[in-house]
């Protein structure tokens, strides 16, 4: 029997590309989609998976011309929030009326594939001008990171998010360096972590039985910190993209019992991401 899912639960990870004839990928992009993937096909989507809330993270593909996402968020009004990738002198008033049209953070990239890293002091500096505004950092990157950046983070004046459980690598097992790092960022309160991307740390392929374990870990040791998502439409994925059904089927193996299940995609995302405000 298919996992049955509370009608406001939220995949609080995905991504819109285009249609690039209304917006068009950046000129630096590091990547360049092989079709595009509109807001429609994501509706669609996560209307079949029973996921009724969503949270659009701004893709690279479209660098800081953040329009994509913010057309996907007014088509679900209230019920879509968004994720931006903006320079650090953005001004306020954009940051003001990006809050308005319901985005929630800003996600910064630490993946060498995707370009330029911003500077730890940039992004903390950036980070207390939107404070007020009820937003967090979301981070991306290599496991290094969770070592390098992770004193830096610490200090930051906002919850930090942590992308695809620190895009650790699950062949290395559950005592592995970068995913004890992990566990040790996440025992400061300002830390969440999204246990998205078992598709993507793990070795051994579907149905990821490698890459459970460390998602159940932190599901089980931080229960009101963790959110999921599906990471649609899977960009820059080593072989061919996961059944987006089996990811949500295997939310039961990451968080086994009802209550767990509720924090995690329900709970834990209308606090993040403040689903109580309307858009």
Not at 7 to 27: L, T
Not at 196 to 208: E, F, K, L, V
Request: with cysteine; glycine share 8%.
């Amino acid at each position: 029997m298919p996992l049955a899912l509370d009608p406001e639960s939220c995949n609080a990870h995905c991504h819109v590309f285009g249609p690039r004839v209304r917006f068009p990928y950046a000129a630096d992009a590091p990547f360049i989609p092989p079709e595009d993937a509109p807001k429609e096909k994501l509706y669609a989507l996560n209307d079949r998976l029973g996921l009724g809330r969503c949270v659009v993270v701004q893709s690279s593909c479209h660098g800081q011309d953040n329009r994509a996402t913010e057309d996907a968020l007014r088509g679900r009004a209230g019920r879509y929030r968004g994720i931006a990738l903006l320079r650090t002198d953005v001004a306020d008033a954009e940051l003001r009326r990006l809050d308005a049209a319901g985005f929630r953070g800003v996600r910064f990239n630490y993946m060498g594939h995707l370009g330029h890293a911003v500077p730890a002091a940039e992004v903390l500096a950036l980070a207390a001008r939107f404070a007020d505004l009820g937003w967090h950092l979301q981070i991306h990157g290599d496991p290094r990171l969770l070592v390098e950046l992770g004193p830096d983070l610490a200090h930051a004046p906002v919850p930090v998010v942590i992308d695809h459980i620190g895009r650790v690598d699950a062949a290395l097992g559950m005592g592995d360096v970068y995913f004890q790092a992990l566990l040790r960022l996440m025992e400061n309160a300002r830390f969440w972590v999204k246990v998205s991307g078992a598709d993507r740390i793990s070795r051994q392929g579907p149905p990821y039985a490698d890459a459970v374990p460390f998602a159940q870990t932190l599901v089980a040791r931080y229960p009101d910190r963790v959110v999921w998502g599906n990471d649609w439409p899977h960009p820059n994925h080593d072989g061919p993209p996961p059944d987006d059904a089996a990811l949500v089927e295997l939310i039961g193996q990451i968080a086994p019992d009802a209550a767990a299940r509720r924090r995690l995609l329900v709970d834990n995302p209308h606090r993040l991401y403040r689903f109580a405000e309307a858009a």
